[in-house]
């Protein structure tokens, strides 16, 4: 029972959130991803892996329902691997792994079958596998959580970022594992650069599906993230800053005014004035105004720019839910794109219910980001402290960090406000906490007489 019971927790959450949402839900991108998956052509803006993976699934079941189940059953795997791991009572692991899965904001976002939760379910099964690594050490767990990671980065560009404070906790491990009496702080810089080391052949691995030939590949992704940064400073400064080989010359404020909002860029391209990449390729002169308009925007017109950038952050981080469209957090529904089949939504009493007891959350703390990061920067700083003495506040301390880092750029990349951009910092902050309480847990223990190795079983 003792080994069974996180298993049986996931099962049962696999069940409840297969019975409530069936078939999943589907936004626009995670329509056109489909799309993408039945032209059997990819495009590198969105991840070719998840197109591919869609087409997998699609021959067993077609639509939506098979992607949501694959991500479901991901997330939950992941969830009852990581009890699993704890220095905990069966009952207690049961409940943690029914704690974490039925965490309204993570219940809430897993129908959507979206990229982010793909993500979620890569870094949730690396910081279980790294929580197996503290309980019995062995290299394969630290190599698994490579893979793991490799795989949450193959779904957003930016993953790496959140990636790097656990590649540098896998690189603390191989070094304490191997002299455990070396100065903490020289092995924390070293750790460090391993992490960084590490980042090459994660990023690469991740990389990989985009290398297929069917793939299309879009320069200048984050151009339509520069051209809206370009909106928000024109309307602050009552002047168009756009170089000419960016407009349309017939754009006027006005019109830009009236389709320009704070919490989205896609609405400023309503206007068909504004040349982003996604319509073609670039001339190498749109390509040179493009780059010197990303670097003067916080150069030359730093004031408007920073407040743009700032009203941005605080739409994600939930400082104004009022301000921000209860659909850009949760978005129900089925989007229809092109020529895909038609699928029918989920429409019993059960599934209506629980989605509008999860509605009803949208505006509470709960869906606050900016309480989570603040909880990271508490339990990363209380687990760094204990790290030396303790391993698993070091991993606390490491899950912490990763949420800050994924979290983070997001004010000075994001395109928009969505909450599912912090469906990972949402789980390492309920992880971290998990991590931190049981610090003082114990483990496997070593059998007499073993030496300590990064292959060999040690207490913690």
């Known amino acids: 029972m003792n080994r069974l019971a996180p298993w049986l927790a996931a099962m049962l959450g696999l069940g409840v959130a297969l019975l409530v949402f069936w078939p999943g839900y589907m936004s626009w991108d995670s329509a056109y991803q489909w799309w993408q998956s039945r032209q059997d052509a990819f495009d590198s803006v969105h991840p070719?892996?998840?197109?591919?993976?869609?087409?997998?699934?699609?021959?067993?079941?077609?639509?939506?329902?098979?992607?949501?189940?694959?991500?479901?059953?991901?997330?939950?795997?992941?969830?009852?691997?990581?009890?699993?791991?704890?220095?905990v009572r069966p009952a207690l692991r049961f409940a943690i792994v029914l704690g974490l899965g039925f965490w309204p904001p993570l219940f809430a976002l897993l129908p959507h079958v979206w990229k982010d939760l793909w993500t979620l379910a890569g870094f949730a099964w690396a910081i279980a596998l790294l929580a197996h690594d503290l309980r019995a050490p062995h290299r394969g767990w630290r190599?698994?959580?490579?893979?793991?990671?490799?795989?949450?980065?193959?779904?957003?560009?930016?993953?790496?970022?959140?990636?790097l404070p656990l590649l540098a906790w896998i690189g603390w491990r191989e070094l304490t594992l191997r002299r455990p009496k070396a100065p903490p702080l020289g092995q924390a810089a070293r750790a460090v650069l391993i992490g960084i080391v590490l980042a090459v052949p994660v990023w690469a691995l991740a990389s990989l599906p985009s290398l297929d030939a069917r793939v299309k590949h879009t320069e200048k992704v984050w151009s339509v993230v520069t051209l809206w940064d370009a909106a928000a400073v024109s309307l602050s400064e009552g002047a168009l800053v756009y170089p000419p080989e960016l407009v349309d010359p017939t754009l006027t404020l006005d019109e830009l005014r009236g389709k320009f909002v704070d919490y989205s860029n896609t609405s400023v391209y309503e206007t068909g004035k504004l040349r982003h990449s996604f319509d073609g390729p670039y001339t190498p002169a749109q390509r040179e105004a493009l780059d010197a308009l990303a670097?003067?925007?916080?150069?030359?017109?730093?004031?408007?720019?920073?407040?743009?950038?700032?009203r941005l952050t605080q739409l994600l981080l939930g400082w104004d839910r009022a301000a921000l469209p209860d659909g850009l957090v949760l978005m129900p529904g089925l989007h229809q794109y092109d020529d895909n089949p038609p699928v029918a939504p989920q429409s019993s009493a059960l599934h209506a219910r629980v989605l509008a007891a999860l509605q009803s959350l949208v505006d509470t703390p709960l869906f606050a980001g900016w309480i989570y990061l603040l909880v990271c920067v508490?339990?990363?700083?209380?687990?760094?402290?204990?790290?030396?003495?303790?391993?698993?506040?070091?991993?606390?301390?490491?899950?912490?960090?990763?949420?800050?880092?994924?979290?983070?750029?997001?004010?000075?990349?994001?395109?928009?406000?969505?909450?599912?951009?912090?469906?990972?910092?949402?789980?390492?902050?309920?992880?971290?906490?998990?991590?931190?309480?049981?610090?003082?847990?114990?483990?496997?223990?070593?059998?007499?007489?073993?030496?300590?190795?990064?292959?060999?079983?040690?207490?913690?």
Not at 295 to 310: E, N, V
Request: hydrophobic share 60%; net charge positive; proline share 7%.
């Open 295 to 310: 670097w003067s925007l916080p150069r030359d017109h730093a004031p408007a720019y920073f407040a743009h950038r700032w």
């Open 48 to 87: 070719p892996l998840m197109a591919m993976i869609w087409q997998l699934s699609d021959r067993v079941v077609a639509g939506p329902g098979g992607m949501f189940a694959l991500q479901a059953a991901l997330l939950w795997s992941a969830l009852a691997l990581f009890a699993a791991a704890l220095p």
């Open 143 to 163: 190599l698994a959580a490579l893979l793991a990671l490799a795989f949450a980065c193959a779904f957003r560009h930016n993953a790496i970022t959140g990636a």
């Open 378 to 460: 508490v339990v990363m700083l209380a687990g760094a402290s204990r790290m030396a003495r303790h391993p698993r506040a070091g991993l606390a301390a490491a899950v912490a960090a990763s949420s800050l880092a994924y979290a983070l750029p997001f004010a000075l990349a994001s395109g928009s406000a969505e909450f599912r951009y912090l469906a990972w910092p949402v789980l390492a902050t309920l992880a971290a906490l998990v991590l931190m309480a049981v610090v003082g847990g114990t483990s496997v223990p070593t059998a007499p007489g073993r030496k300590a190795s990064g292959l060999k079983s040690l207490p913690q």
